[in-house]
């Protein structure tokens, strides 16, 4: 298998790639200072990610919480893909009036968890990173 590398992606990047997806995954610090990490179906609004939860640990943690979010796409079979980290606070934005709030709870999420999810969390001062593992392309060979 030929080395692989890895290539920081910028905002604009990360957005583009979250935009391909509709699942991933929220971490939250419970009160005994353990992470928890929860798969959730997502929708991203301009800059913003949302979901909806029935989660009682991720309804008492999320809120006012540090949060991160992670999405990622690798390939088994070449090793390549990329990944994803939204790191921010979470806001309960199940009952807010604001606009921004407004349109995000507009937006479709399928669930495919069972189970009523019925809070929308939003991840609020977001901050992104991303990487992009690859194989480089060979250099040609002239004879």
């Not at 030929?2 to 905002?11: A, C, N």
């Not at 934005?93 to 929308?120: F, N, V, Y």
């Not at 990173?129 to 194989?135: A, I, N, Q």
């Amino acid at each position: 298998m030929p080395e692989t590398m890895l290539e920081p992606l910028d905002e604009d990047q990360c957005l583009k790639l979250l935009s391909t997806t509709r699942l991933g995954r929220v971490a939250v610090v419970t009160e005994h200072g353990r992470p928890e990490i929860f798969p959730v179906n997502f929708a991203l609004h301009d800059r913003t990610v949302v979901f909806v939860t029935g989660s009682a640990v991720m309804q008492a943690w999320a809120p006012l919480g540090h949060v991160a979010f992670e999405v990622d796409h690798i390939d088994p079979g070449t090793h390549e893909g990329w990944d994803v980290v939204v790191r921010g606070e979470g806001a309960d934005i199940t009952d807010s009036l604001d606009a921004e709030s407004l349109l995000a709870r507009h937006d479709r999420i399928e669930q495919w968890a069972p189970g009523t999810h019925d809070r929308w969390i939003s991840i609020v001062n977001p901050s992104f990173t991303g990487r992009r593992l690859y194989v480089p392309a060979a250099s040609p060979t002239f004879f």
